[in-house]
């Protein structure tokens, strides 16, 4: 790995201060480390985040849960307040990667990694989150921009996610057997007033509100109401685990797990 | 250059490290704790999992100085007063190693299974070990002496 | 003193692997060293045209590059073939030089090209980076049905082709087809493989320029072998100024029975430098670099009768050897494979040809069962299908066609010297509950799900030998094995054995063996093996054989050391030989108390003399010492056979196989230790079953491998499995004097035709290739759905 300078800053504001366009932030580190191993990426400064306590910790309120962006996998799979108030964000986070990547790994980094195949972008669009860096909040329909991109600026870091809480909710995932990425994965949220929103991840450049899928389980929150749906497998992703016309076919199953589970 | 701060095995040690030395280097190759293995460095095969204030790691997939102030033990502080631990007392009754290369990371994340889970069953067991590849044993043996080490922990 | 050879002892080794005290390569360091980093191919087939190494030379902590060209220079010699191999015309098969780097053409991704050496690996890296190369880049040759027909890729071999060898009689083969009521069709992929054992390749060599010696560490699973090939071929030193060791190894399955670039580069450099080199592959170099397994493409016919005897068979087969031939890679595909192509059947008439091509991949040699998972593959896919088009019960017609006496000649090579294949095919239908299926079978189906259930009998030749048939056949060399046995003058002993363990448990298993054979408790008895400095010399660890050979050699070295003893034990006692009975450890004279044990013989042996007297307890022409060796070369291959039944379910929404049940009834003879033999069968199993659902090398057509890493390339995890179920049947075998057979490959070769036909049979008959991943089963789901409601 090529050299750089290490930084471990206490406050938000001196982390901010110290990044450049060749500085990372670094959170679980379980993308940045390997890429910079593989030589994918190169850094003159690495900011670790882990050091600024506010940044960590899960608060269920009403009906808004907040994750600050440092929180590891593990303790969100593990809390009790969230298990009661978003179940399936829980579960999802049960399912990432494998014990020791949960207990490193950040939802704060995957979301700004922001791969198209990690689970927590899901979440993010189909619960209504709002993600707060130490400049702006931004809904997450707006933050994902595309694959590894987000509308995140040089220097600004996310702080927190706070998410919607639904009436009901759950994740499905095929995961990649190789990776255990999710091939697809797709998060239904039912919010009071039938609203239903369907985000799904695996399937195109990153995650995204599938539109059909919603408008179709806001008016009938059934299976049935699924099969009626069209998937073009045109603009899904296709690669040596799975094609697009898998994919598409999958988003279907997998939507009808969901509801079924919910 | 950073220094850092950690206790390792029970031992309190202080050393410079560069600012790009990951936990398993700063283990295999400043310490000597030959234990700790590479299989993949990329966080995928779990041979280089040892324990970070009592949670298991990749070590391969950590930087050293990010671990200042931090508890770490590996395989080599298992074995208490020359008496191997439950776990590894059970791996062996059981023969649940064969060329011994993943044995290492197998071992540390079957104890943090452990402390998650006092007793699994088979399905929690081959679960939680999804992120330790093993290409000798079939996993199976493996299992028969996590169930054994849960019973006699 | 019980017998230990049978009793599940726990293993020797491992409290060291077990407390981070194993030493495996990457773990050595030597004063002074440097580090390696090799620079490799990023092009699949490229002509070299320039290396400039000037600026990488000048960059902090560099010592030295070396390409291609100094390596020429030196004249060192390259990598080679191990058997040489005749094609069906009398020609000699044809094969590319393989130097250890490349000079002139690269010819897969990770040929390596240059070596640069550093005082730090990321000096190393820094100055590889800087290293710059102008290629001509060709048109990669990757498709393996294409090969032939495309560009050359070694000069003066046409068509790609190494040989074109043939096994069998295609007349007889003819005029038994004539006969067939039926002839069965099948055309099959066998999947490529990556071992991907879970230690990385590596060498750590340190030269003294004193002695002139250089020491080799490396992660090989035979390092004598390493050492002739590197000394005659590559005349890096001669023999006796080159130690070679492999200390722990971390698993081999094959791909580090070669002796690879790395190796010869370094040893060679390290020399030249004067200084310590150390080299420790990253993963990718050894998913890209290690030796890659399987890869045919076969076209198979059985022909058959009505009542379902078979007549004949044949198989047509394109096997890919790579970019090189290397040790075994020229003999997998023919001797190792087509021999055990008619599987465990009475089959009158059979042939098996075999052509095989080189392409711009990585070598193909050895994995895990080298040649008999592709064959037995072969025939349980198509006597399974034979039994689909018949309507016969696929347990019956293999009962039909089984021998039923031993030996049994099979058709083309083997002489089997026993086995019962009957008994175990109906252990395994019992332990299965093969016949509680079709109600398992109704309750998935209740619940949407699809099941089948896969049969497989199989034999494996194990054991490669006798040396003088081997050889006569194109081996390189003998496959016998050495032991020597020494007794310390205090009575332990240390037993040097030409076999390499890493993970078979020799320190246990050879140590149990010895015991039995001296009476002397297991504790006393050290297993060294591993060290061209330690013990004689050695064939090494594949094809199951460690047993089979090195451990009847240490059996044979054992006896007479037991025979020398009750020679000295005789003059010690004052009886003839004859009155002297060894058991327990002890030479007894028959009806007597006097007795000497086999410790003090070997005291006496060493010490031969008294106290004012001139006294020798050594027979006159026997030397002082209680040390014996033994060359060990057997008879015959061993052939432990077997009948492995599957259940699979699959969910037709999504292709999902999860494998239910498995059920393994092997014959590996007299069983050691027991405990030891269920690991290697569950091992075996592990990578037969990821070859059979979730593993597959793939190159793209620019010759890229796309599955370079656990992202990509699906290893099985504990997830993935059920718990297996063993059981076993035991003819012992006869060509050695344990009865024992080998173990180590049994579940690599046999599980991947029971997965697929019980996969295979979920699917109505369907065929698909494997690995049987989600959506090739997914889509043959659709198909079923559309035939049936199309037949409604």
């Known amino acids: 790995m090529k050299t750089f300078d290490y930084h471990s800053p206490k406050d938000v504001k001196e982390a901010s201060k110290l990044s450049s366009s060749?500085?990372?932030?670094?959170?679980?580190?379980?993308?940045?480390?390997?890429?910079?191993?593989?030589?994918?990426?190169?850094?003159?400064?690495?900011?670790?985040?882990?050091?600024?306590?506010?940044?960590?910790?899960?608060?269920?309120?009403?009906?808004?849960?907040?994750?600050?962006?440092?929180?590891?996998?593990?303790?969100v799979a593990k809390s009790k307040e969230l298990k009661k108030a978003i179940p399936s964000l829980a579960a999802l986070a049960e399912g990432i990667g494998d014990p020791q990547v949960r207990n490193r790994g950040t939802i704060g980094g995957s979301i700004a990694n922001n791969d198209p195949a990690a689970d927590y972008p899901s979440a993010c669009i189909a619960l209504n989150a709002v993600i707060h860096t130490n400049n702006r909040s931004i809904n997450a329909e707006t933050f994902f921009k595309g694959m590894y991109e987000t509308s995140l600026k040089s220097g600004e870091i996310i702080e927190s996610i706070e998410f919607e809480v639904p009436s009901k909710s759950n994740y499905q995932k095929l995961p990649n057997p190789a990776s255990r990425y999710a091939v697809i994965g797709v998060y239904v949220a039912r919010f009071k007033g039938d609203n239903v929103n369907v985000a799904i991840t695996g399937a195109k450049s990153c995650a995204y509100l599938d539109k059909n899928l919603s408008d179709a389980l806001s008016k009938d929150f059934s299976t049935s109401s699924i099969n009626n749906v069209n998937i073009s497998s045109k603009g899904i992703n296709s690669d040596i685990h799975a094609s697009a016309n898998y994919r598409a076919n999958m988003i279907k199953v997998y939507a009808k797990k969901a509801v079924e589970a919910c | 250059m950073k220094k850092i701060n950690v206790e390792v095995n029970g031992k309190k040690i202080t050393k410079e490290i560069s600012d790009h030395t990951v936990l398993s280097s700063f283990l295999r190759d400043i310490l000597n704790l030959t234990g700790t293995h590479i299989g993949c460095d990329t966080s995928q095969?779990?041979?280089?999992?040892?324990?970070?204030?009592?949670?298991?790691?990749?070590?391969?997939?950590?930087?050293?100085?990010?671990?200042?102030?931090?508890?770490?033990?590996?395989?080599?502080?298992?074995?208490?007063?020359?008496?191997?631990?439950?776990?590894?007392?059970?791996?062996?009754?059981?023969?649940?190693?064969?060329?011994g290369f993943c044995t290492p990371g197998m071992v540390m994340s079957a104890i943090d299974l452990l402390k998650n889970n006092k007793n699994p069953n088979d399905r929690e067991i081959r679960d939680w070990l999804e992120g330790n590849i093993c290409r000798c044993t079939g996993y199976q043996n493996i299992v028969a002496a996590v169930k054994e080490a849960a019973s006699k922990m | 003193m019980a017998s230990l050879v049978g009793s599940r002892v726990e293993r020797k080794e491992d409290k060291r692997f077990l407390t981070g005290k194993g030493r495996y390569t990457a773990d050595i360091n030597i004063v002074n060293q440097t580090y390696a980093i090799f620079i490799r191919s990023p092009h699949a087939r490229a002509k070299i045209k320039k290396i400039d190494t000037s600026k990488a030379l000048k960059s902090s902590g560099v010592v030295d590059i070396l390409t291609g060209e100094h390596i020429a220079k030196d004249k060192i010699g390259g990598l080679i073939a191990g058997w040489a191999i005749r094609s069906e015309d009398g020609s000699e098969m044809k094969c590319p030089a393989n130097p250890p780097l490349a000079k002139d053409n690269v010819n897969f991704v990770g040929d390596p090209l240059a070596v640069v050496l550093a005082e730090s690996l990321d000096e190393a890296k820094e100055a590889a980076d800087l290293v710059k190369i102008d290629y001509k880049i060709l048109e990669a040759v990757t498709n393996l049905e294409k090969t032939m027909e495309s560009d050359a890729i070694h000069d003066g071999i046409d068509k790609n082709l190494c040989y074109d060898w043939l096994l069998g009689d295609r007349q007889k083969v003819k005029e038994a087809f004539d006969k067939a009521d039926k002839i069965i069709k099948l055309d099959i992929t066998n999947n490529r493989l990556i071992p991907n054992a879970m230690e990385?390749?590596?060498?750590?060599?340190?030269?003294?320029?004193?002695?002139?010696?250089?020491?080799?560490?490396?992660?090989?699973?035979?390092?004598?072998?390493?050492?002739?090939?590197?000394?005659?071929?590559?005349?890096?030193?001669?023999?006796?100024?080159?130690?070679?060791?492999?200390?722990d190894v971390g698993g081999g399955f094959g791909s580090k029975i070669n002796l690879y670039n790395e190796e010869i580069v370094?040893?060679?450099?390290?020399?030249?430098?004067?200084?310590?080199?150390?080299?420790?592959?990253?993963?990718?170099?050894?998913?890209?670099?290690?030796?890659?397994?399987?890869?045919?493409i076969t076209h198979a016919e059985l022909a058959v009768t009505n009542d379902g005897k078979f007549l004949g068979f044949k198989n047509e087969t394109i096997a890919n050897l790579g970019a090189y031939a290397r040790v075994f890679g020229t003999v997998t595909p023919t001797y190792l494979f087509g021999p055990c192509a008619t599987?465990?059947?009475?089959?009158?008439?059979?042939?098996?040809?075999?052509?095989?091509?080189?392409?711009?991949?990585?070598?193909?040699?050895?994995?895990r069962g080298a040649g008999r998972p592709e064959a037995t593959y072969t025939i349980e896919r198509i006597v399974d299908k034979a039994a689909i088009e018949l309507g016969i019960d696929p347990i019956e017609i293999r009962m039909k066609n089984f021998p039923t006496e031993f030996p049994f000649k099979q058709t083309l090579v083997h002489q089997i010297d026993s086995g019962d294949y009957v008994a175990g095919l109906n252990k395994a239908k019992e332990m299965s509950d093969y016949d509680g299926f079709v109600a398992r079978k109704k309750e998935s189906e209740s619940r949407g799900k699809l099941r089948g259930i896969g049969v497989t009998t199989y034999f494996e030749a194990c054991g490669i030998a006798p040396s003088p048939v081997v050889m006569m056949l194109g081996c390189g060399v003998g496959l016998w094995e050495s032991a020597e046995v020494r007794f310390n003058p205090t009575g332990q002993v240390t037993i040097y054995t030409g076999s390499h363990s890493h993970g078979q448990s020799h320190q246990t298993t050879f140590a149990q063996i010895a015991a039995d054979e001296l009476g002397v408790p297991i504790e006393n008895i050290d297993i060294v093996h591993g060290d061209t400095d330690k013990g004689t010399f050695g064939m090494g660890t594949y094809g199951s054989r460690s047993l089979t050979v090195g451990g009847i050699a240490i059996v044979n070295a054992c006896k007479k050391i037991v025979a020398k003893g009750k020679r000295i034990a005789a003059k010690m006692l004052e009886v003839s030989e004859d009155e002297i009975d060894f058991s327990n450890g002890e030479y007894v004279v028959a009806k007597s108390n006097k007795k000497k044990t086999i410790g003090e013989v070997a005291f006496a042996s060493y010490l031969p003399g008294v106290r004012d007297e001139v006294k020798s307890p050594l027979p006159e022409g026997d030397e002082p010492g209680l040390i014996e060796s033994s060359f060990f070369d057997p008879a015959n291959f061993s052939f432990p056979a077997g009948s492995h039944i599957a259940e699979v379910e699959i969910d037709p929404e999504t292709g999902n196989v999860k494998l239910d049940k498995y059920t393994a009834v092997d014959d590996f003879g007299t069983i050691v230790n027991p405990i030891i033999v269920e690991g290697q069968v569950h091992g075996g199993l592990a990578q037969g079953i990821g070859q059979a659902l979730t593993e597959n090398a793939q190159y793209d057509d620019t010759g890229q491998l796309i599955t370079a890493s656990y992202m990509d390339y699906t290893m099985p995890r504990a997830d993935n499995f059920p718990e297996f179920n063993l059981g076993f049947t035991c003819t012992k075998a006869t060509t050695n004097p344990l009865g024992v057979k080998g173990c180590g490959e049994a579940g690599a070769i046999a599980a991947p035709p029971t997965v697929m036909n019980a996969v295979i049979n979920a699917l109505g008959?369907?065929?698909?290739?494997?690995?049987?991943?989600?959506?090739?089963?997914?889509?043959?789901?659709?198909?079923?759905?559309?035939?049936?409601?199309?037949?409604?």
Not at chain 2, 45 to 73: E, M, Q, Y
Not at chain 3, 276 to 287: D, G, L, M, Q
Not at chain 3, 768 to 788: L, Q
Request: hydrophobic content about 35%; overall charge positive; charged content about 20%.
């Open chain 3, 765 to 792: 008959g369907r065929e698909i290739d494997m690995p049987a991943t989600a959506e090739k089963v997914w889509e043959a789901c659709n198909e079923m759905k559309k035939t049936n409601s199309e037949a409604a």
């Open chain 1, 22 to 75: 060749k500085s990372v932030f670094l959170a679980g580190g379980m993308t940045t480390i390997p890429s910079m191993k593989l030589g994918l990426a190169t850094y003159k400064d690495v900011i670790n985040l882990k050091g600024i306590k506010k940044l960590s910790g899960i608060k269920v309120s009403g009906k808004i849960v907040k994750i600050g962006a440092t929180t590891q996998h593990a303790e």
């Open chain 3, 343 to 367: 599987g465990v059947y009475v089959m009158p008439a059979a042939y098996s040809n075999v052509k095989a091509v080189y392409t711009n991949t990585a070598p193909v040699d050895a994995y």
């Open chain 2, 45 to 99: 095969c779990g041979a280089c999992v040892v324990h970070v204030d009592g949670k298991s790691i990749k070590s391969c997939t950590a930087f050293a100085a990010d671990i200042d102030g931090s508890k770490i033990t590996t395989i080599e502080g298992l074995t208490k007063n020359g008496k191997m631990h439950p776990m590894q007392e059970a791996f062996k009754k059981h023969h649940g190693l064969q060329c």
């Open chain 3, 200 to 247: 990385p390749r590596a060498c750590v060599i340190d030269y003294n320029t004193a002695s002139e010696e250089i020491t080799c560490y490396t992660t090989s699973q035979n390092p004598h072998l390493s050492r002739l090939i590197m000394s005659a071929f590559g005349g890096v030193a001669p023999e006796n100024k080159l130690r070679v060791v492999a200390p």
């Open chain 3, 266 to 296: 370094c040893s060679w450099a390290s020399k030249k430098i004067e200084r310590p080199i150390k080299w420790v592959a990253e993963r990718t170099e050894s998913f890209l670099t290690d030796t890659h397994g399987r890869d045919h």
